[in-house]
């Protein structure tokens, strides 16, 4: 059977809530902020699969590590011919690594970025002919469900990259609730979790020294100019990236160098020096802690792994 007809492109969630009108809305607040769902544009998604390649920005290769080393005791916990979905699927590199140790009997792979899913889900798709593999180009963080024919199946929803850490807690907290709704009785949730640690390491994560991650972030203003229309000046703004310790997270800004208005459709947004944009947060849990979140959420946390230096975790979530 050719990948062309194992491949399915469907749109599975229109919240009906567009980039202009979230540029907008969080342009209007006192203190401005844009959710990071926007950095994945065709441009911002390449940038991300290059921030991985950094030699600061651990998250990557130590989540593969972990998923490399547990890929047995991984597959022992989900069972056989499962469908395995992957929110946020990027490029899929990750679960190149348990694949064929899980041996699904179908792949789902959900993303923002329509672009980058289609091409990395296709490639998939040559790649295991064994594999039935579908695509939904989607925004998971609003709203989620499985397309028109995958209902009812055994599931395991894999969500690496500590992607979790986006949400604040209280956000995490419902979040994953919402997914436990929305996925059959007897599923189990796969989720990479970054741990707290030296915010030296943090913080070099994020500001890495070719500047791969400024440049992500500077895409915003870019993306906002190309698809908006938005007259602004990306580079009258700056990448700053810190670790806040009482809220556990990281926090990603734009910058305003300089006293400047940035304008979508006649709504003219005011700049003040030293002003910002608040484009992320990359919270950081310790294992306890995510564990006690994920049941508030209603699950039963089953295993977690971990590296031996305690950089990063992968948790296994039952849903009852």
């Known amino acids: 059977m050719s990948s062309a007809v194992r491949f399915h492109d469907q749109h599975v969630d229109a919240t009906g809530v567009s980039f202009r009108d979230d540029a907008i809305a969080g342009l209007s607040l006192a203190r401005k902020r844009l959710a990071p ?33 547990a890929a047995e005791e991984i597959a022992a916990l989900v069972g056989p011919e499962a469908l395995l979905v992957e929110l946020g699927s990027g490029a899929s590199r990750k679960v190149r690594l348990l694949l064929e140790a899980l041996r699904p009997r179908r792949y789902l792979g959900m993303d923002i970025s329509h672009d980058f899913l289609l091409q990395s889900t296709r490639r998939l798709a040559a790649d295991y002919p064994w594999l039935e593999v579908h695509a939904a180009w989607t925004d998971f963080s609003e709203r989620l469900c499985l397309p028109v024919g995958l209902e009812g199946r055994r599931v395991v929803a894999f969500f690496p990259g500590s992607s979790i850490g986006n949400f604040t807690p209280t956000e995490a907290e419902a979040f994953l609730a919402r997914l436990r709704q929305a996925l059959p009785r007897g599923s189990g949730v796969l989720i990479g979790v970054d741990l707290v640690k030296d915010r030296r390491v943090l913080e070099a994560a994020y500001n890495d020294a070719a500047g791969v991650t400024a440049a992500f972030n500077l895409n915003l203003l870019e993306r906002m100019r190309r698809e908006l229309g938005a007259s602004v000046a990306p580079d009258d703004f700056r990448h700053r990236a810190f670790f806040d310790t ?35 947060n990359s919270c950081k849990y310790s294992r306890e802690g995510f564990q006690a979140l994920a049941r508030r959420a209603g699950y039963r946390p089953s295993a977690v792994w971990s590296d031996a230096e305690g950089l990063f975790s992968v948790h296994y979530l039952a849903s009852g």
């Open 37 to 69: 769902k926007y950095f994945y544009d065709r441009r911002g998604s390449l940038l991300f699969e290059e921030i991985c390649r950094q030699p600061e920005y651990y998250l990557t290769r130590t989540e593969e590590g972990i998923l490399a080393d």
């Open 246 to 280: 009482a809220a556990s997270r990281i926090e990603m800004h734009l910058v305003s160098e300089c006293r400047q208005a940035l304008v979508i459709d006649g709504h003219r947004f005011d700049f003040a020096p030293g002003e910002t944009l608040h484009t992320e």
